[in-house]
């Protein structure tokens, strides 16, 4: 069974922090890597995909690859309140490549 | 990215009856995907639906119970059969689009509570 693992949270930070969400998964062959937001009673919304080694920086947050490790990350910078929401790491499986497997999330919730 | 419109948004439903979601793209997608999520936890794709062909269903989820229609290339309806309270779900079409080519983008959801 191939899974993507999440902490679930609450992850707790100050405004103006970095967060910094982890994500591991365990298809070696896994090609890319999504994270998505979800608020409360909303649909998910795709915030950065990521598919070689390394950084990728869009505005205040930063997803980070280590295929070797088999982990992803996503950080935020500068954390605002309105960033207070459950954050879900998605990769592909290696069986289809259109099938996305997610974590559980993580909730973050950004105190003023 | 791709718009997706899915309704309705929700509904209560009585168990032993029907309802079918439906979703429309603004753009021709080849693949529409069918989520569920239960109160709490992360999205389960129930199945894949590609026009043309029959729906394509993962573990744990059968034609009987969640019969899917895909007519064209922008639309596509999910039918939930003989609801029980353990329906009660978000139900999620997504489609994938994007400069990747495989980032999935979401409708809005339908929101099931069967009594």
């Known amino acids: 069974q191939k899974e993507v693992e999440q902490n679930s949270g609450p992850l707790s930070v100050p405004e103006g922090a970095i967060a910094s969400l982890n994500c591991t998964y365990s298809?070696?062959?896994?090609?890319?890597f999504f994270w998505y937001r979800q608020y409360s009673g909303k649909s998910p919304e795709l915030i950065m995909s990521?598919?070689?080694?390394g950084d990728k920086e869009d505005g205040r947050f930063t997803a980070q690859l280590n295929k070797a490790s088999q982990y992803v990350s996503l950080l935020i910078r500068d954390s605002q309140p309105s960033d207070s929401a459950t954050y879900l790491c998605a990769v592909t499986s290696m069986d289809s490549s259109y099938k996305l497997i997610f974590g559980s999330g993580t909730r973050l919730l950004v105190r003023p | 990215s791709a718009v997706i419109s899915q309704k309705p948004s929700r509904d209560i439903c009585q168990r032993g009856t029907s309802l079918t979601i439906q979703c429309q793209v603004d753009s021709q997608v080849t693949m529409m995907f069918w989520y569920r999520q239960q109160p709490g936890q992360s999205l389960t794709l129930i199945a894949t639906?590609?026009?043309?062909?029959?729906?394509?269903?993962e573990s744990g989820f059968v034609i009987d119970k969640f019969p899917i229609s895909r007519p064209n290339l922008t639309f596509s309806t999910l039918t939930v059969s003989n609801m029980s309270p353990e329906d009660s779900s978000i139900y999620l079409c997504?489609?994938?689009?994007?400069?990747?080519?495989?980032?999935?983008?979401f409708g809005q959801g339908t929101r099931l509570t069967v009594v």
């Open positions: 990521i598919y070689s080694n």
């Open positions: 639906a590609n026009q043309g062909s029959e729906a394509t269903y």
């Open positions: 997504s489609v994938e689009a994007g400069t990747g080519g495989d980032e999935a983008f």
């Open positions: 298809d070696r062959g896994s090609q890319s």
